[in-house]
């Protein structure tokens, strides 16, 4: 028995009965790369691979009380942000992540499920602008979510460029824009800061579509922090394990892959081909 403890990286985010996608898929990433994951659930769902059902947003002050608790007792080295569920949720863990400004914020701003079921009203948006996006070192938008928020700013324009600078003045410290949403044969996902462009990656497309991708690049992004790696380094790692998960996705329902957080300790680990980096 050792006294030391892994990074612990503390996931606020919505229950997923199916574990592909929300708190689960959080726990299992964090774990897969090396962290302690502490959870507090924001909302309880219904759901399974083919989509959403239900959503049973939790008290805001069951939602503050889990992670004061933990907190109390324990260092937390990183926070990710997913599915929050409610207004009153969006204020209670901006209130608490800006207790711990030294602690890294990997925001995934979940909007709707992967089939569009809606998560978030203006009202959540226009508060997850407002209250977390100036506490988050790596938000994580996909292209219709960045689009989104760039345009609850007051940006009528669909290019990500402009939108990511928009997300950054806004109080972000870097937006990572995936685009698996975009046309193409390949996927180009980019990292913007405060000065533009700071990397791009792009990526074979992986047929099929994934329950839960998001919440694993930003669990993974949020464990490489926790671990020391700077952001572009965290970013790029995160993106190559993610990839991995999807490539060895399996389709155990109706719906959606779910995408194998375990994969490092397959053999069969396939390992992308011709990526390029900018």
Not at 154 to 180: F, K, P, Y
Request: glycine content about 8%; aromatic content about 4%.
């Amino acid at each position: 028995m050792t006294s030391s403890s892994p990074p612990i990286v503390m996931s606020f985010a919505a229950s997923d009965p199916t574990c592909g996608a929300g708190l689960q898929a959080d726990l299992l990433t964090l774990a897969a790369l090396g962290c302690q994951p502490v959870t507090v659930v924001t909302a309880l769902t219904v759901q399974d691979t083919v989509g959403v059902v239900e959503v049973l947003t939790l008290d805001a002050d069951w939602v503050r009380n889990q992670a004061r608790t933990v907190l109390a007792d324990m260092p937390v080295a990183a926070f990710k942000i997913g599915m929050l569920g409610a207004l009153e949720t969006i204020v209670a863990v901006a209130e608490i992540v800006s207790d711990y400004p030294d602690v890294p914020v990997v925001f995934d701003p979940v909007l709707a499920s992967g089939r569009g079921d809606a998560f978030a009203d203006e009202e959540m948006v226009t508060a997850m602008i407002e209250l977390l996006l100036p506490a988050t070192q790596v938000l994580t938008p996909n292209s219709l979510e960045a689009r989104r928020l760039a345009q609850e700013l007051g940006a009528e324009t669909s290019d990500l460029a402009e939108c990511a600078r928009q997300l950054v003045l806004a109080g972000a410290e870097h937006v990572l824009i995936t685009g698996t949403h975009e046309p193409g044969e390949r996927v180009v996902n980019t990292l913007y800061g405060a000065y533009g462009p700071e990397a791009r990656e792009t990526w074979p497309r992986l047929p099929g579509s994934f329950h839960g991708s998001g919440c694993t690049l930003a669990s993974a992004i949020a464990a490489l922090l926790a671990q020391g790696h700077d952001v572009v380094s965290a970013v790029r790692e995160a993106q190559r394990y993610t990839w991995r998960c999807l490539a060895s996705a399996h389709r155990p329902g109706m719906g959606q892959f779910l995408p194998d957080r375990l994969c490092l300790t397959r053999s069969s680990l396939v390992e992308p081909a011709e990526v390029a980096h900018a």
